[in-house]
């Protein structure tokens, strides 16, 4: 259904020219509908509210391609908000009128729409985004830091600095944000690089949540492992997680073997034994281990404290005709031997996490 859309053009106001062309703004009243098909109020609402926005932005002379229908409410209106050559500035006011009885939805928009002629630096950051979508995040990163350094349009520095976080490139996003919240508290990029940092905590209180499920709750961190109260280990630079500690005695290749299958940590039937290379991720010779329980040498066990080893050689799942491999936490050598021999061996059990 076609609606009837009253704009009320109130006032015209030249303010003057800057370093990037003519400046316009343009107080509008504009009445936006939803779609007039009803699902719920609250989409309803922002239905209408995205018509009304882009209704203003198109009042001002720019023309907003493929947005007629409603399909994706967070894209378009971050599409809507981000135009260049005209901008919906902050401070507009949404009357929610509600639904009309055609069955449409009906707010009214009353604000003001800053129009502007296209620069070299908003240019130069439409080039910088082809860039990024070519893979040529070297030259991208060059562009984005002139246009903060040189550009005399805050809000092409506002978006600069945007990108900056988002596209990875700023050495301190944190500190870049709070530099965006300083210079420009008022910029549509400072709100949505708010929103974009309040979506990366989310991820990662989800993130968080779904590791606690797979470990149960975490009682330690160090480096890339974290240890839950389930008796597992995860590391996260490799995906992979470990029983919190050995099986505590002398042991032969065929019963670690049998130890590590029936292990049943977290409830997951799927444990088994390392490979050589798995146990050889765990050493490092700068880290400060522990004594091992099984002899007084005073040899230092190389490995993450949160991963408790009461001797120096845990079994790997590699074996050939001779014996199996172990491999020796004290000084990293990888040996053979023969798979009845028990005398400082143990079982490790580990699992893959993915």
């Known amino acids: 259904m076609r609606k009837t859309i009253f704009i009320i053009v109130l006032i015209y106001i030249i303010i003057g020219t800057s370093g990037i062309g003519f400046s316009e703004t343009i107080d509008v009243q504009i009445n936006g509908f939803d779609d007039g098909q009803k699902t719920t109020k609250q989409r309803d609402y922002k239905e209408a509210v995205l018509f009304a926005k882009r209704e203003a932005i198109e009042r001002a002379g720019v023309q907003i391609k493929s947005i007629t229908n409603v399909t994706d409410l967070v894209v378009n209106s971050d599409y809507i908000e981000s ?42 950051l439409r080039y910088a985004k082809s860039l990024i979508n070519m893979g040529r995040r070297k030259k991208a990163r060059g562009i984005i830091n002139n246009i903060i350094k040189s550009s005399k349009d805050d809000n092409t520095i506002a978006e600069a600095m945007y990108c900056q976080v988002i596209w990875g490139f700023s050495k301190d996003p ?10 420009y508290p008022d910029s549509m990029h400072t709100k949505k690089l708010e929103a974009y940092f309040e ?26 492992f974290i240890a839950g109260n389930k008796g597992i280990v995860l590391d996260r ?14 042991i032969t290749w065929h019963d670690a073997k049998k130890y590590c299958e029936d292990h049943r940590a977290g409830g997951y039937t799927d444990w088994r034994m390392p490979t050589i290379d798995e146990l050889v991720s765990l050493y490092d010779v700068n880290m400060n281990g522990y004594t091992q329980d099984c002899c007084k040498t005073g040899d230092q066990l190389r490995i993450n404290r949160l991963i408790h080893l009461t001797c120096c050689c845990p079994w790997t799942s590699l074996r050939g005709n001779d014996g199996a491999t172990y491999f020796r936490f004290t000084n990293s050598n990888r040996s053979w031997t023969y798979e009845s021999i028990a ?12």
Do not use: C
């Open 83 to 124: 135009k260049a050559e005209a901008v919906l500035l902050p401070g507009y006011r949404i009357m929610d009128i509600g639904y009309q009885q055609d069955g449409t939805y009906l707010v009214i928009l009353i604000g003001k729409v800053r129009t502007i002629s296209e620069g070299i630096d908003s240019k130069e």
């Open 174 to 183: 944190t500190d870049t944000f709070e530099r965006l919240k300083a210079y």
């Open 199 to 224: 979506k990366q905590r989310r991820k990662k209180r989800e993130k968080l949540r779904k590791l606690e499920l797979k470990i149960g709750k975490i009682v330690g961190r160090k480096g890339s």
């Open 237 to 250: 630079k490799t995906g992979l997680m470990w029983a919190a500690r050995d099986n505590g005695e002398d």
């Open 343 to 354: 005398l400082y061996h143990r079982a490790l059990p580990v699992r893959d996490s993915k």
